[in-house]
Structure formats: C-alpha cells, structure tokens
C-alpha cells in the first residue's frame, strides 16, 4: 500500500512513524514545503535566541519513510489517486493531509523586510537577523506571542519591546484582572505593555515599515511580528474536498473521500466542530486514521480534556479545559499571594480551570473535569494540593518536581535518554524538555552508587510476581469445603506415575502458553494447588458433556485431569456425589453463603424457545435459563466452556428449533469469559482459572471474550503442515500419497486459516497430539457458528458465505 503524507510537521511525522511501527510494508512517502526535515514547532523560540539549531529539534523520523523536501502541493487528483507540485506528480493508495496551520496577519509580511510571523524556521531566522537596533513591536497576547516575548526579553540585541493588546486581557480573555496583573508585572522593564491598542496605519517605502501608528503612538523604523493567532492551512484543497474551517473528515479522520484522510490543525472533525490545537490530540487523530486504514483495533477519535502549560518568566500557567466549555460560565476565583486558582463552572459541574503559580493538583482537576461531577463551591477551596510532589513540570503526563527526582533516583537514570524508558515526561509535545533534563542533571548527586539498575520491564515482573504469590498465599488460608490438600493431589499422580519432570515440564508449558515470564513457574505450581480452594459451581445445561468428559477419561489421565478431579468442584451433575434433593440445597447453600466468592463455570447452550421448556432440570422442574440466572447472579466469575455455551454451538445449528443461544447472550453480559471448542482443551480452562487466582481479574480478552493468550494465535500459522501449504503440496483425497507424507490438509477441508486457538502449540493429552497432527483437518471449532459454517470437509469460500449472509 503506497501512502502519500501531505506536510512536514509533528502530526505528519508521528503519522508516519507509528503506520510504520504497525505495518512495515507500508510504502510512505512525507511531501513537506519547508526545506527542512520535519522539526517540532514548540522549541522554535530556541532558533530565535540560538540556543538550539534546526538538526537539534527535528522530529526523529522512520529511517524507512521517503521524505520530499520543497514540494508545495497545487493539485490533487481523486479520481486518478494523484497529487502535483510544481515539479513533481505522485501516485497513492491513501492520502494523509497534515498541513497544518497558518499564521494571521492583517498583509503579506513576505513582501516587508521588517515585518514578520512566528511559525516556522525561515520566520525565526528573520525575527533573529531583524530584530537588533529597532524596537520590536509584537501584536497579539495570546500563547504564542507570551512565549516569544520571553525569549526577545533575555536578548541582549533587543532593547525595547511593546506588545500590543487590542483587548484588556493577556492569554486568554477570560481570565480575570487579577490573573493579568501578575503575568504583567513578570516581565522586565525592557518590555511595555499597551492593552486596548491596535495598529491604525502602517507607512510603508521601499518595502520597509517607515512608521508604524497606533492608537496610542508612533514608532519610526520598527520590527513588527504578528502572533494573532492561526487558521487550518487547507486553501490549496477547498476546491478538491469538503471543507469548513478546516478539511471535515468523520471520527476516523477520512474525509468525504474514502482514500483521502486528514489530521492535525488542518482537520475539522464534523460531529464535534473540532479542530486540534494541541500535540496530544494530534496523535490521538493518527492514532484513529492509522487504526482505520490498516483495519485494526478500530478507535474512534474523540475530544478529550486539555492541559496546557506556558512557563513565561516568573510565572507558571496551567489551563485544563474540557472540550465543551463555552462562553456560558460561573466563575469561582481562589487569590492567594502571587498565585490563583480560577475555576470555571456550568450548572456546577467544572468546564474549566486556570492556576497561575498554582499548588493545586492537575491531575485532580482533570479528573474533576472529565467525570463531569457536580461539585459544592466550598470543595474548590480545598481542591487537592500538591503536597510533597513540588511543581508541575510536564502537564502532558502529569509529571510533578519530585515524581521526577523518585523516577531518577530509583531507576538511577543517567539522562534524558535513559528516561523514556520510565516516564514520557518532555517527551509528548517537548515543550519542557530543557526543565526535565534540569531535573535529571541535578538528580544525579542522589543516587545510590550501589542501586542495581533495572529495566521497567523488570520492575513490572517483580511487581506482578508479588500481587501473584500474594494472592495464591490468601487462597491458602482458606478453609474450603473440599477436604482435599496438595498432599492428595501429589498422591494421584504418584499413583499415575506421573513423576515430578513431567510436573514441572507441564507446569513451564502452561506458564509459557499463557504468556507469563519464566519466573511465573514457581507461582503457577502453588496456584495449581490452590485450585481447590475456590468454590466452583459447574452447570450442564444443553449439550453433550463432552467438555467434562474430556477430562474424566478413565486410562491414562493427564495432569490437568488430575487437576480437575482436584479442584474444589462443589456442585457438577455430572460428577458430584450427592443427587436430587440434596444437591439442589448443595447448591442453594453455596448461592446463598458464598456470594461474590464462587466461579460459575458453565457447559452447553441455553435453549430460549418456548420461554426456555425445552431443558428442565432438578426435581422441581426449573429451566435452564432459570437456573442459570439465579447460579449467575452472585457469581464472582461466569465462565463459558465449549462451543455450545459460547455461542450455541451443534444445539444452536439451523434450523435451531429451540432457539438456544451462548451463555453470555443468554444472560445479556459481556462480561462473560468464553473458552470455546468442541471440547475445548482442559488446560485453557486451568489456565484461566490460574490466571484468576494469581490476579484477581481475567487475562486481556479478545472480541469475543476469549482469553488472548490461548486465542490470538491462527491455528493456520503455527501448524506444522503450514510448510507444505507455502510449497503448494496439499492432499487431494484421503489415503493418497500427500496424505501419507503429511501434505497439506486445506483441499481436504481444513478451517485453520479462519480459527484462532492455541491447539497447535498447546496440542491434548499433555501436548500429545491434536486433531491436524492425527490426519483430520481442524473444523474451525473455536470461532462463531462454526457448525453452520465449518463442520465440512469442504473448502470454505469466504465470498460465498457473505453472500449467503445477503439473502
């Protein structure tokens, strides 16, 4: 696929960069106007002061993305999926436009010598050379113009700045008196300030501004720099695309066209109005465009709640705002000395807040904001502060003084380099980059000498390791029902001259299957003994018990067998002891005394028809939907086992006379673990059981709520006949030579292609065999109708299958 990106700027590279990091077979191609590689445009005031060259904030770039410098885009041509420049015609699958923004300004500064803008590498150059021997006018007093006004202040070549204010505020008009005073009054002498002033008149000769009027006065021979504010940068595309303020796309950033996509301060998302105007939401509209057109793990963008932070001389502003706030607002103002606290509120409910040298938790607030709780007046006054943590240094992660000075000298991290690996702070849009490696620099006299430096990775293990053993050590306490111990259990296998290797070997196959580290097998062993200490009530409703019967085989049991046998099964039809009477109060009893402790394990579909008579269980006649919903009410954990509970499975086939559906449609949950198979095997069953021991929550779960470690593998992709596919040696009918040599067995009907789930890793009967390695194609048994669809020895046509779904 040939991607073609439009513009040179952060939300073009980071674009790039992460299509690349997904899929590394894209072909992308970045055609940016600047003569630059893509740099970021937060440090451009370190071009302006020379603290910094262009190579020092240019954006890291996928050494495998093709970069076009000088290329302005003058046409695009849908039709034939090409763009022109000036010199150049490209072709593309997909087109990204990341244009960007433009600056305002009331003329052409292009055509002045002593006039400019502030957005790009070639502005600052000019603000750099231009600046010396004149007064320096800036017109604007919003972000952008504070931030270069700081930077003009601390250059010894500028000797006077005025700022011009057409209104009576700085920032942003909504804040207060108060808040303005202290940001005035930051600034040194060599700065003057004219609020409700404005530029009348401007004499220009010989391409110079001569003289310069204003409200207020008259300066001879100025630099003037516009910092007014900005406008998406899509007037080359209004007569090629659908376009308001900025190109409108849909919540995956694809415009009108469905090959053309845009992102960044160019696009306007049409559900919101929105248009970006910070780096996070940047990425998080690539993030949405990148899912949409690789088709994976689709994500929606949404706008979220901001946090903006300017660093402007002795002051510290902080600006959360929640993307619905608008002009319509209460005001709760808190002044302490030299800092506020100003909070913004609609139908009580925070929209909005500013802190100006503010101790007041950002991360609160924002929490405040997004959960959209109504909140009493008197709570902003004792809004949570940040004791001990020192002042915010990186609003973007949340990263306060001190959370840094801890990552340092805990991890002892050397640099800025050795941080990524703990924290992104100054690293999501880089503007407090410099403060941050401050930080790290003056850290260093605080780390042990003799810490043993460990990766995040490793520290996460260690940590997980201890919630693990934490918890089985809490299973152990405990005083089950079933009389059993690990003596009993080791006893079985002794008896089955089941030998300790062949335990442990087990023991690695499961801990490496369910895709936890080596150091997990000590763990693994005791949770395996600490089965029985779960009661676990197991429900047969419409099926035919081959999941439990699957591991109740008389002759040769495995290891998980034994397991089962093990496990504190208090209630089982199939298995347990009692029956009649005394097992309908059984089971009553453990409803009714353990609630939020037991596991409902349940095996077979749920019949619907005829409000659910046609599966009746126990002396009095209760219906398996019945039973199920009073077994599942309490339950800590449901658990749908085999094909039949997970989506209906053989019972659920067409016609489906008795309308029988899967346990978690049954229920209308979704939280409802499926394993599904026909049987499915009994170690992904231990397996997910463990993992609850050991956690206290599920493993990561795929879209149908299977566990990911056992199901996201395609059965097509790690069979041991795949070989034979790729050289094209299939067998043509059963006892041929193909057959004989082990070919291929996707002619004679095998589903591995389309099935997800661990069988050929995990294999039956302790990694023995399964139904491929013993001659027979796999059926597909794990996936969503598999009966309907799979249960053939036919090839499976894709296409006639959705066309059947047509009609």
Not at 517 to 540: D, Q, R, T, Y
Not at 578 to 586: I, M, Q, R
Not at 702 to 707: A, V
């Amino acid at each position: 696929m040939r991607l073609l990106i439009i513009g040179g700027g952060i939300a073009a590279a980071y674009f790039a960069n992460n299509i690349k990091k997904a899929d590394s077979s894209v072909d992308v191609t970045i055609l940016s106007e600047e003569k630059y590689a893509p740099y970021d445009r937060i440090h451009l005031c370190k071009l302006v002061d020379e603290t910094s060259d262009i190579e020092e904030i240019s954006l890291h770039l996928d050494p495998t993305v093709h970069l076009e410098l000088n290329q302005k885009i003058i046409k695009i041509d849908r039709e034939k999926k090409r763009v022109y420049s000036k010199e150049a015609m490209f072709g593309y699958d997909k087109l990204i436009i990341a244009t960007g923004s433009l600056p305002n300004a009331p003329f052409d500064v292009k055509s002045v010598e002593n006039a400019a803008v502030f957005r790009s590498a070639d502005d600052c150059e000019i603000i750099k050379k231009s600046v010396k021997g004149r007064e320096v006018v800036v017109v604007g007093g919003g972000p952008i113009a504070l931030e270069l006004l700081e930077t003009l202040d601390k250059m010894p070549q500028v000797e006077k700045i005025s700022l011009l204010i057409r209104s009576d505020s700085l920032y942003d008009k909504n804040l207060s008196s108060e808040s303005v005073k202290i940001i005035e009054q930051s600034y040194t002498k060599k700065i003057t300030v004219y609020f409700e002033d404005e530029i009348v008149d401007t004499i220009i000769e010989d391409a110079k501004i001569k003289l310069l009027k204003t409200k207020k006065r008259e300066i001879k021979n100025p630099f003037l720099i516009f910092g007014i504010g900005i406008r998406p940068n899509v007037e080359h595309f209004r007569d090629t695309l659908k376009c308001s303020k900025g190109i409108l796309t849909n919540t995956f950033m694809q415009s009108e066209d469905e090959n053309i996509y845009a992102i960044g301060e160019c696009a306007e998302v049409e559900r919101f109005g929105f248009i970006a105007g910070h780096v996070e939401a940047c990425t998080k509209q690539a993030k949405s465009a990148i899912s949409h057109i690789l088709q994976r793990e689709l994500q929606e963008f949404e706008p979220k709640t901001t946090i903006d932070m300017l660093k402007v001389g002795e002051f510290t502003l902080v600006d959360v705002m929640s993307p619905n706030f608008d002009k319509e607002y209460n005001k709760v103002i808190i002044s302490k000395e030299n800092s506020m606290d100003e909070y913004f509120l609609k139908n009580d409910r925070v929209l909005r807040y500013i802190g100006i040298n503010s101790t007041v938790d950002v991360c609160y607030v924002q929490n405040l904001i997004e959960s959209a709780k109504e909140i009493e007046i008197d709570e902003l006054y004792k809004a949570a502060k940040t004791e001990g943590r020192g002042k915010l240094v990186c609003s973007c992660t949340g990263t306060y003084y001190n959370d840094l000075v801890d990552i340092v000298t805990q991890n002892a991290v050397n640099s800025f380099a050795d941080l990524k690996e703990f924290s992104e702070a100054g690293r999501v849009c880089g503007r407090c980059r410099g403060e941050v490696v401050k930080i790290i620099e003056k850290s260093q006299c605080l780390i042990d000498p003799n810490i043993v430096k460990k990766s995040p990775e490793e520290k996460e293990l260690e940590k997980k390791l201890k919630v693990a053993k934490k918890r089985v050590e809490k299973f152990n306490k405990e005083h089950p029902r079933n009389a059993l111990d690990e003596e009993n259990l080791e006893a079985a296998m002794q008896s089955m001259d089941i030998t300790k290797d062949e335990v442990n070997r087990w023991i690695s196959m499961v801990t490496a299957d369910m895709q936890l580290h080596p150091k997990f097998e000590e763990v693994v062993a005791k949770g395996v003994k600490s089965l029985n200490k779960i009661p676990i009530v197991w429900l047969e409703l419409s099926d035919c018990s081959g999941n439990s019967e699957a591991f109740i085989k008389s002759a040769n049991p495995a290891i998980e067998d034994l397991i089962f046998e093990y496990i504190s099964l208090d209630y089982h039809e199939l298995l347990m002891s009692a029956s009649g009477d005394e097992s309908e109060s059984l089971l009553d009893d453990i409803i009714k005394n353990q609630k939020g402790e037991y596991i409902l394990i349940v095996e077979g579909a749920v019949p619907l028809g005829l409000d659910g008579k046609y599966l009746r269980i126990g002396s009095k006649g209760e219906t398996g939907i019945e039973l199920l919903k009073r077994c599942a009410k309490d339950a800590a954990l449901v658990i749908a086992v085999g094909s039949c509970a997970f989506d209906g499975g053989v019972v659920a086939a067409a016609p489906n006379p008795t309308g029988a559906v899967g346990v978690a449609e049954a229920l209308n949950r979704e939280d409802v673990v499926n394993i599904s198979g026909c049987p499915t095997n009994p170690v992904n069953i231990v397996g997910t059981l463990l993992y609850y021991i050991m956690f206290e929550e599920m493993p990561p779960l795929d879209k149908f709520n299977r566990p990911l470690w056992a199901y996201e593998g395609r059965v097509h992709d790690n069979c041991e006949r795949r070989g034979h596919y790729e050289l094209g040696e299939f067998v043509e009918e059963w006892g041929d030579e193909g057959a004989k040599k082990g070919w291929c067995l996707f002619k004679m009907g095998c589903k591995g292609p389309y099935a997800f789930v661990n069988c050929p890793t995990m294999k039956f009967n302790q990694g023995a065999s399964w139904p491929v390695q013993a001659g027979h194609g796999c059926m597909g048994c794990t996936e969503r109708g598999f009966f309907d669809k799979f249960a053939n020895e036919r090839v499976y046509n894709k296409e006639e299958e959705n066309e059947k779904d047509s009609h």
